[in-house]
């Protein structure tokens, strides 16, 4: 018998889920909302789900973990000082749990990213194998420790430090398999690119393995946060309740008097088309949102909580992604869709448009009065350097502050573009006359 590990990504978000199995039973760490791929991936392997387990409540996604162990009739391991309110099978440090015959999982109590964050030791025959580190040991660096509250900031940065050590003393040929750090807020640092490690690797790499102390440590770590998305702060509480899968049928069609009833009612309807096609020609009210890699993190970013949403797109594929996307982040079911072209649908509002431009058209604030350049990055981008002349609004607060903005053209950039066009549509919509820059901000011209 070998123990096989069968990756099961989710680059929308940067995170890993994990499939550990024997040949003939597994155990899934960390499992996304959308459960139906962990059970296909069981499937392919042949083998049968015998037990979930969570490495901690997570802040960044609905975790499909409640929703599985339900399903399967399996035990669901979550760490015994966690409030949740749903029976589980409760895990501490050194807690073993057998999955097969000769493979077993060890609990490690390793705090840090979370208080309670645990974990699991895969073990084939007596020999550790790999360890399933969820947001603490990652790539390189640590899950990011901040997600607590300020007042639990430098307590867990430095207990992360000790469950990184502890983690160190595992056989250095030990596979390490983290849920976040592929893109993912959840990372504190900058984790290494790298598509696998051991044990061996990060005690050469790891920041936590590198630093003298906890002290040192803290001081590097914390320098190195940067802001998370704002729907972070809703994740725990679905999780700690026990969230059900995914729902991923279709939403009701939308026609023409229907987007315009939808739009006048403040439903977000989703341009889900490229960010040129939307500020080509799009219908009035609504909010372009590139589908694409980043689509999950920024929406989640600035839609304000429990907001109903509608997909529009050319394309079903898009949608259908979008959707499953959506119910990651809690967002369980679009209010509808509308697939096909977005030009002159019978009953529904006016096309507008806004003009699309590049770094080198850009006007000199400093010359044009009817010039304004919106930098709507991060403050740790705007602080590393910016445009002469140019205002800082980050695109979370857009929405709050749209109204503040004078009556002057803006021009609005961000490092490359997909944040910029996500704020000039919202821009757009209040009102504003606006140029998306869709251009790499190493051209800016000064």
Known sequence: MSIEIVVVQTPELGDRSYLIHDGTVAAVIDPQRDIDRVIAAAKDAGVRIGCVAETHIHNDYVSGGYALAELLDVP?????AEHVSFDRFPVADGTEIAVGDDFHLRAIATPGHTPHHMSYVAVDAGRPVAVATGGSLLFGTTGRTDLSGPERTVDLTQRQ????????????????????GFGSFCSGGAPTSAGSSTIGVEHRENLAMRA???YEFTELLLADLIDYPTYYRH?????????????????????????RTAIED???????RSRVAHAAGHLAGSIGVEYGPSFT??????????????????????????QRDLTRIGIDRPAGRHLGPLADIPGAPETVHYPVRRFADLPDPRIDDDTMVLDVRRDDEWKAGHLPGATHLPLPDVL?????LPNRRLWVHCAAGYRASIAA?????????VVLINDDMLNAPF
């Open 76 to 80: 669901y391991l979550v760490a015994e």
């Open 161 to 180: 430090f000790h469950s990184a050590r502890k983690l160190g003393r595992l056989p250095a040929d030990v596979a390490v398999l983290p849920t976040h």
């Open 212 to 214: 003298v102390d906890e």
């Open 235 to 259: 994740m725990a509480e679905l999780n700690l309740a026990g969230a059900s899968a995914s729902d991923l049928s279709a939403p009701s069609s939308c026609d023409g008097p229907g987007l």
């Open 266 to 272: 403040g439903v977000w309807v989703l341009d889900l």
């Open 297 to 322: 993190s920024y929406l989640g970013w600035v839609i304000p909580r429990h907001t109903p949403v509608i997909l529009l797109s050319d394309q079903e594929d898009p949608a259908l992604r979008a």
């Open 400 to 404: 709050d502050h749209a109204h503040e």
């Open 425 to 433: 549509s919202l821009l757009h919509r209040a009102g504003h006359r």
